[in-house]
Each structure stands twice: as C-alpha cells, then as structure tokens.
C-alpha cells in the first residue's frame, strides 16, 4: 500500500510523530514549509506565530511536488493554532483539492484542540477520513510512548482501509 504523511510543525512535536509513524508503517514523508524564513528566537518566533493566526491566514507555502493519486493513503498531521489546523493548511488546502481519497488526521497540542476534528472533516469533505486522534505535547510527555501510540494507531488506519 502506497501511503504519505504530509505535515506542518512549528516547534516539533508534529514533526516528531510524522517522522515516527513514516517510519513505523513505511510511508513517505513531506513536510510544508513557509516560504517567508520564520524567526528563530523564543519570544519573537511565538509572536510571529501568533501573528500568523489572526493576520495571515493564507501564507505562502513552498511547493510540494507529489503526486497525490499516488498514494491509497494520506496522513495529515498539524499542530492545533488557535483551536484548528496551523495556516500552512489553509494554503494547501485551498490549492490542493482531494476528492474520495482515504485519509487519516493527528494533531499534536497543549491541551485544547477545540473543534479541529470538525474542521478537518469539514476541509476534506468528500474524502474517507478513516479517524483522526491528538496528543499533547508529545516532545514534552513521554516522547517515546507517543512515537508509539502514533504508529499503532496509524496501524490500525491502514488495516481499518482494505
Ligand atoms: C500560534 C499558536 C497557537 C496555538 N494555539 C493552541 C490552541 O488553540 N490550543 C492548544 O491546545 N495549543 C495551542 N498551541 C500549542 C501547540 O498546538 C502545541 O505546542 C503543539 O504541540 C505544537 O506542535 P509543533 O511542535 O508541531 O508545532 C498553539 C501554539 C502556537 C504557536
């Protein structure tokens, strides 16, 4: 079976289940990235985060030069900004159009994802979300045990898709 995980992450916990769960059930891997180089101090790299949300919904993503059709699965991971996807996504979304394609969603936050379950189901109407599951934090809680719970229940999005 032919599967990508495609995600966004801004300080790396997304970017540590991504990689865990390629790794764990074979799948490639791409990353989005901003265009526009993001800063790399504590302080002033949160604000430009934060400024992200409310000011730049639609930043501009490098391009990802994969051929969807490909895949029979498309994991997608983000971290939860402001109780949805990070913005990354909603320039990708807006240029990439999926229709009837199996797809499973995790997103990494602090402790309160609000609705991005909905939101997610909502952007990819039309497809098949097989399910969709979140951690917190996982760079901070038990790292080790989140890799592993992420590529279990990335498992059991593949069985649950033949
Ligand atoms: C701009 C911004 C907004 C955030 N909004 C939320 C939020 O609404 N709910 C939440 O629980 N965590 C929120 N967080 C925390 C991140 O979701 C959390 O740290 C996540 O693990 C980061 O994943 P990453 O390391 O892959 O970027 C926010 C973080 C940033 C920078």
């Known amino acids: 079976m032919n599967t990508l995980v495609l995600y966004y992450s801004f300080t790396g916990n997304t970017r540590l289940l991504a990689e865990g769960i390629a790794a764990g059930v ?3 891997i791409c990353e989005l990235r901003n265009v526009k180089q993001v800063p790399k101090g504590g302080m002033s790299k949160i604000f430009w985060a934060g400024r992200e949300v409310f000011m730049n ?3 501009e993503i490098e391009d990802v030069d994969i051929d969807f ?4 699965v498309i994991f997608i991971g983000t971290p939860v900004w402001a109780f949805t996807y990070a913005p990354p996504f909603n320039t990708f979304f807006k240029r ?4 009837n394609k199996k797809m499973a969603f995790f997103c990494c936050h602090g402790g309160r994802k609000g609705k991005i379950f909905d939101k997610i189901k909502e952007v990819l109407s039309g497809n098949i ?3 969709c ?3 917190v934090e996982p760079c901070r809680n038990d790292s080790q045990k989140c890799v592993e719970g992420s590529v279990e229940w990335a498992k059991e999005m593949l069985d649950s898709s033949t």
């Open 133 to 135: 599951v979140d951690f």
């Open 96 to 99: 990439n159009k999926f229709d």
């Open 26 to 28: 074979d799948a490639d």
């Open 69 to 72: 059709d490909e895949y029979d």
């Open 57 to 59: 919904k639609f930043p």
């Open 129 to 131: 979300i097989l399910g």
